[in-house]
């Protein structure tokens, strides 16, 4: 099992590789001011897929993945 550091670290790298450095950073300063549930917002997140789909969509993503 990873690490909270490692975890902190690889998300950090991707937010900033999607985002950019500026964007990422403003990213965490949202997190960190506004009220978040997190429990709320996966439930609404995606409401009108089956598991199946998401699933499918998860897969075919990851396929489409070049890993180094």
Do not use: C, P
Not at 18 to 47: N, P, S
Not at 52 to 59: I, Y
Request: charge should be negative.
């Amino acid at each position: 099992m990873r690490t909270e550091t490692e975890i902190t670290f690889d998300g950090m790298q991707i937010l900033i590789d999607k985002l950019g450095m500026v964007e990422a950073e403003k990213f965490i300063a949202i997190i960190h001011t506004e009220t978040f549930d997190y429990t709320q917002w996966k439930e609404r997140l995606w409401t009108n897929k089956t598991v199946q789909e998401l699933s499918h969509e998860a897969m075919s993503y990851r396929n489409n993945q070049r890993f180094i």
